[in-house]
């Protein structure tokens, strides 16, 4: 297979795997979406959807989060790790929406890598997910398989957006970055890997990754 044909060959796999796509974290609107993305940075989905309902209860918006101290934020976010900083961004990005965004939720790149604890990872997930702006974020599972499968090169997560949204369609890249997380986690994991399980990987993979897999 050449370059394209791998390419088409994992966009139809994954189609096919995925029909239907959710997105890992729960929320309800662009401000929970963008805290609970917050919270994911070096924290598991999972351990994050445990803990937003406890924090969304008490504040699912702007105006009731500041009316909790940064101490009160930390101390129910503590166990996604990272509780100081969060907690910080959390309260400050929320004054944040309220004095320069009308309470909402910007929907421009710009605007929201400038508030605090939000980079551009976290940008391109709410833009992508709440407001349907095609963006590409690339999480562990994305920069593993996109180096599994030959896409790209492994060197930084910088490299390994730019080199999917070059290979990948533009219309296609919101689907395609939810799918390939899923199938990072059922069939491509860091741990417990099995090729004869990864359809794709046993498939396109580079033939570095192939011949240095060990069962």
Not at 24 to 40: E, F, M, Q
Not at 98 to 109: A, D, I, M, T
Not at 204 to 210: A, E, F, M, P, Q
Request: net charge positive.
């Amino acid at each position: 297979m050449n370059k394209v044909d791998k390419v088409s060959f994992a966009i139809k796999t994954l189609a096919e795997l995925y029909p239907t796509i959710s997105a890992p974290l729960d929320h309800k609107d662009p401000y929970t979406l963008l805290i609970a993305v917050l919270l994911s940075a070096q924290s598991t989905d999972i351990r994050v959807n445990k803990i937003t309902p406890k924090l969304f209860a008490k504040a699912d918006n702007p105006l009731d989060m500041i009316k909790m101290s940064v101490d009160q934020i930390r101390e129910i976010i503590k166990p996604v790790g990272l509780s100081p900083m969060k907690s910080k961004g959390i309260y400050g990005l929320s004054h944040i929406l309220l004095e320069k965004h009308n309470g909402k939720v910007p929907q421009s790149f710009n605007d929201l890598e400038a508030l605090p604890s939000v980079g551009h990872k976290t940008a391109s997930v709410v833009m992508a997910q709440a407001f349907g702006v095609p963006a590409f974020p690339v999480d562990t599972h994305i920069h593993r398989l996109m180096y599994r499968w030959g896409f790209s090169n492994g060197k930084n997560v910088k490299q390994t957006e730019k080199d999917a949204k070059r290979l990948f369609p533009k219309e296609k890249w919101n689907d395609l970055h939810l799918q390939i997380i899923w199938y990072g986690r059922e069939y491509s994991p860091a741990r417990g890997w099995k090729l004869s399980k990864d359809i794709i990987t046993k498939t396109i993979g580079r033939k570095s990754v192939l011949n240095n897999y060990h069962r």
